[in-house]
């Protein structure tokens, strides 16, 4: 059976358009050095040191918002800088800028700016 080319262009343009790239969000909290949090639940300001040796050496890094969440922090592809500020907040709070992803209940931050929190 053949369609006109008329009637396969009216068709595609009653299909839904394809979903839209996330937005930028903005979250708040403290920077977690995972390994110590997961480990041993360590946070708050009695662990920013040893949070920000964690950082300088290259462990991976969370924040924990207000509600409970933890976002796997990580750096935009090419544009690392913003995820690189990011480690002079650890064990302190900041205010995040970027894209936030869930991928098999992991949820993960791909971090665009980075600013002390209020």
Same mark, same amino acid.
């Given at each position: 059976?053949? =369609? #006109?080319?008329?009637?396969?262009?009216?068709?595609?343009?009653?299909?839904?358009?394809? #979903?839209?790239?996330?937005? @930028?969000?903005?979250?708040?909290?403290?920077?977690? @050095?995972?390994?110590? =949090?997961?480990?041993?639940?360590? &946070?708050?300001?009695?662990?920013?040191?040893?949070?920000?040796?964690?950082? @300088?050496?290259?462990?991976?890094?969370?924040?924990?918002?207000?509600?409970?969440?933890? =976002?796997?922090? =990580?750096?935009?592809?090419?544009?690392?800088?913003?995820? /690189?500020?990011?480690?002079?907040?650890?064990?302190? &709070?900041?205010?995040?800028?970027?894209?936030?992803? /869930?991928?098999?209940?992991?949820?993960?931050?791909?971090?665009?700016?980075?600013? &002390?929190? /209020?």
């Amino acid at each position: 059976m053949r =369609y #006109p080319i008329a009637f396969l262009f009216a068709f595609c343009l009653t299909l839904p358009a394809a #979903p839209a790239f996330s937005s @930028d969000t903005v979250v708040s909290g403290e920077i977690l @050095d995972m390994a110590c =949090y997961l480990g041993r639940n360590a &946070k708050g300001p009695s662990h920013a040191r040893c949070a920000q040796t964690c950082a @300088d050496h290259g462990m991976p890094l969370g924040v924990l918002t207000s509600d409970d969440k933890v =976002y796997l922090l =990580y750096p935009k592809h090419g544009k690392e800088e913003a995820f /690189d500020e990011v480690k002079k907040f650890a064990g302190k &709070k900041a205010t995040l800028t970027g894209v936030v992803h /869930d991928r098999h209940g992991i949820l993960g931050f791909e971090v665009h700016q980075v600013a &002390k929190a /209020d």
